[in-house]
């Protein structure tokens, strides 16, 4: 059991340790940056209805301060009618940096982001931990994450 330990620390290090301590956000946030990398996410109310109305979509994302009443009840109606999972995010500014609609400067800091009130993973990418952080909070949750 000893050895054990001794392998894990010598092989992961310090990047285990954050790895376990995902948040749920965090999880979201690096699971749409991969299906961003490899293709598989719809941002905008055109790609992501199309996405749910063709039963693509695997998970959905829509802003609270969406300022759009119909847009937010039609995201809704059809991730309800699909059976996609919908997870509220804060604001739109913070999904659209999320969804890769920014520019990186120097430093590594998101400029220039433009506000996203939605979007869908249709493909998730690798099966990462924080995939699996998310999909176990979603099956806690259900669909009731209102």
């Known amino acids: 059991m000893a050895d ?12 285990e340790v954050e790895v376990q301590e995902l948040s749920v956000i965090d999880a979201l946030k690096e699971v749409l940056k ?3 990398i490899h293709g598989g996410l719809r ?7 199309k996405a749910l109305d063709s039963r ?7 802003a609270k301060d969406c300022d759009n009443a119909e847009y937010s009840r039609l995201v809704r109606a059809l991730c309800d009618e699909s059976g996609v999972n919908l997870i509220m995010v804060d604001e739109g500014k913070q999904l659209g ?3 890769g609609l920014c520019k990186i400067d120097r430093d590594g800091e998101a400029t220039k982001v ?7 993973v249709v493909e998730f990418g690798e099966d990462t931990h924080a995939l699996a952080v998310l999909l176990d909070y979603l099956k806690t ?3 009731t994450d209102d």
């Open 4 to 15: 054990e330990d001794e392998v894990m620390e010598e092989g992961e290090g310090g990047a």
């Open 141 to 143: 949750q259900g669909s």
């Open 43 to 49: 941002r905008g109310l055109r790609e992501v209805a």
């Open 97 to 99: 940096e999320w969804a």
């Open 34 to 36: 991969k299906a961003l």
């Open 56 to 62: 693509q979509a695997k998970l959905c994302c829509l």
């Open 114 to 120: 433009v506000r996203c009130s939605a979007a869908a």
